[in-house]
């Protein structure tokens, strides 16, 4: 061997043993040995059995955990913590929930598989399913579930939440405004004043409310005005409010009707957000673990991080009541999807499974102060599925009852539709009537034109048809001629592009017994800025009205403004009005008035 050859074989043993060491690995290790105090021959101490934690960290046992589902915080909550091999025969801490513990939180899976450990504990099996991840952290004492948002029942999950809800502080409540008003026309000035006021007291679950107001008019004439009072409680159980005293029955099915008795309704405040308002549900499949973006009109209006699986989305607000919701799903690995949602919708339609109720019964409450009827209402609204709505009502009293039936429908891109048809019988001092009527209404937004809400409404009437209040107070009319059969209405809002405000549009068109119709026709422009608000308008009115059938041939032509005369805390504000008017084809003067006004609003609390 030559002695260059034998110069170079150290540096070649050494590259070599570089590049071995490069695949040769150890296990850590820690000598237990080294932890014992004193002997075993003298027994004064000995370590315990430490091999768990020649493969763990931790050791398995109870710890208090911060518990996370899709990154939202649960509970912190005691977690037994056991320990697993996977199939690399590497060990595992993993954490033991129950079957009821998956309920709790709302966790719905397609298949169980339990785990039974040796201290007798029961565990669900979540590696069990492919898009199901666990990752916990026990330097911050979190664990952290990835859950499909199919799998998730969300009304669930808020049952589980409630028992965090509570009735808040007792407190007296006390809110007012007091509004002083300065006129001038024809050289004579004139002062009025209103006063607003709201008390309420609050004990426990319990709310008592007065609504009160004070007029003092031009002449020097003043009113104290009790407007109504009520006690009302939420009932959690039911997710509902309980109301007494005055109040009012629902008015989607059947006019509302105010009454002095009880009433029970949903309350959409003690509602998850995905049953609140109306919005479709939005399905679909990530995957990979993805951020799920929502746009309506162009408009970014949800985006959430989503697990790897199916998913199903509620907890959104759409920015209106019309245009399609465009949805990307866009992977962690940059692969992008889009879904298109059509929507429209109308004050009736309710979510997929979602179950609104109201109830009312009490003494009605008419100008006649001799009318003592009672009344019962019961109202019905359920989310079929993603675009349908039924619904159904009953009124009943000794001198009436009526029935309702009816349904909404979300039509996409078409708009949104609802349905309603009411049976009734009456029965007053000369006769007993039975009577339909037939509602129908139409919601659609063009937003390409950014026309906002474009309504359309028909209702028809049988002859021998009477709502609540027409037969209580056909006693007393006892017009036949004063007979409503059909309506119809249509209202459009345009709002103009760069803030120069809105023009509103609105007809109405009645037809009575005896060939007798009123139409009305309404038109505003109205723009606010910088604290300047103007408005222009114009109604006409046309036909014989029920309180006087002879009138016909009027319109009212208006301009107002008003602005403040001061920018403090409580400033002062100016209002100038130019009107001109006619009256079945007599014409009166222009005439023109200004006002000054200011108002104190104040809010006082405690106990």
């Not at 060491?21 to 004193?38: E, T, W």
């Not at 977690?79 to 709790?104: E, F, G």
């Not at 979602?354 to 003592?372: E, I, L, P, V």
């Not at 109205?526 to 009138?551: A, M, T, W």
Request: glycine residues 6%.
């Amino acid at each position: 061997m030559s002695i260059s050859a034998i110069k170079c074989l150290p540096s070649a043993l050494l590259i070599y043993s570089v590049c071995i060491s490069q695949n040769i690995f150890a296990k850590d290790y820690y000598d237990p040995s080294l932890l014992r105090i004193g002997d075993d021959s003298h027994g004064v101490m000995s370590n315990e059995d430490l091999s768990i934690f020649e493969s763990l960290d931790t050791p398995p046992g109870h710890y208090q955990i911060e518990l996370y589902i899709n990154k939202n915080k649960v509970e912190y909550r005691n977690v037994y913590l056991y320990s697993r091999v996977d199939q690399a025969q590497n060990k595992h801490l993993l954490p033991c929930l129950s079957l009821q513990d998956l309920k709790n939180y709302g966790i719905r899976l397609p298949k169980v598989q339990l785990i039974q450990l040796a201290n007798s504990n029961q565990c669900v099996d979540l590696s069990e399913h492919d898009f199901i991840r666990s990752d916990l952290d026990m330097n911050s004492n979190t664990l952290s579930l990835k859950i499909p948002q199919s799998y998730i029942d969300t009304e669930k999950l808020l049952q589980f939440e409630q028992q965090y809800w509570d009735q808040g502080i007792p407190a007296v409540l006390v809110d007012y405004s007091f509004s002083q008003f300065n006129s001038r026309r024809n050289h004579q000035s004139y002062n009025s004043y209103f006063t607003n006021i709201r008390g309420g007291i609050n004990y426990g679950a319990w709310r008592l409310n007065n609504y009160s107001n004070w007029i003092r008019n031009e002449s020097g004439q003043s009113q104290w005005n009790n407007i109504n009072t009520t006690l009302s409680r939420n009932i959690q159980s039911i997710k509902g409010e309980l109301s007494l005293g005055n109040v009012y029955t629902a008015s989607t099915l059947f006019d509302g009707i105010k009454i002095n008795g009880v009433k029970l309704q949903s309350d959409r405040q003690m509602q998850p957000i995905s049953s609140a308002s109306y919005a479709p549900g939005i399905n679909g499949i990530a995957d990979a673990e993805s951020i799920i973006t929502i746009k309506q009109n162009d408009q970014v209006i949800y985006k959430k991080a989503v697990a790897a699986g199916p998913f199903y989305i509620t907890d959104y607000y759409p920015m209106s009541s019309g245009g399609n919701l465009f949805v990307d799903i866009e992977s962690m690995d940059g692969i992008k999807k889009q879904l298109i949602v059509p929507f429209s919708s109308m004050s009736i339609l309710e979510r997929k499974g979602n179950f609104n109720y109201h109830f009312a019964s009490g003494q009605y409450q008419s100008n006649d102060q001799n009318d003592d009827e009672y009344i019962h209402q019961a109202d019905l609204f359920y989310g079929a599925t993603d675009y349908v709505t039924l619904s159904t009502g009953v009124q009943a009293s000794i001198k009436y009852k009526a029935f309702s039936l009816g349904t909404g429908l979300n039509l996409g891109s078409m708009g949104a539709t609802s349905l309603n048809v009411i049976h009734s019988e009456s029965t007053t001092r000369e006769q007993k009537f039975r009577g339909n009527a037939f509602k129908l209404n139409y919601n659609k937004v063009f937003t390409p034109t950014n026309t906002n809400v474009t309504l359309v409404g028909y209702k028809h009437f049988d002859d021998t048809y009477m709502s609540f209040t027409e037969a209580m107070a056909y006693d007393e009319l006892n017009n036949k001629d004063r007979k409503l059969k059909n309506e119809f209405t249509a209202a459009l809002t345009q709002t103009l592009p760069n803030q120069w405000g809105s023009l509103n549009l609105s007809s109405t068109i009645y037809q009575y017994s005896q060939n007798r119709n009123t139409r009305s026709f309404n038109l505003g422009y109205s723009l606010s800025r910088n604290q300047f608000n103007y408005g222009v308008y114009y109604r006409y009115f046309d036909g014989e009205s029920v309180n006087d059938l002879r009138s016909s041939g009027k319109y009212d032509l208006s301009f107002n403004i008003s602005f403040p005369l001061s920018f403090k805390s409580r400033p002062i504000y100016s209002s100038y009005n130019l009107s001109r008017s006619s009256e079945g084809g007599s014409y009166t003067p222009q005439w023109f008035s200004w006002r000054t006004f200011t108002s104190i609003m104040g809010y006082l609390s405690g106990l």
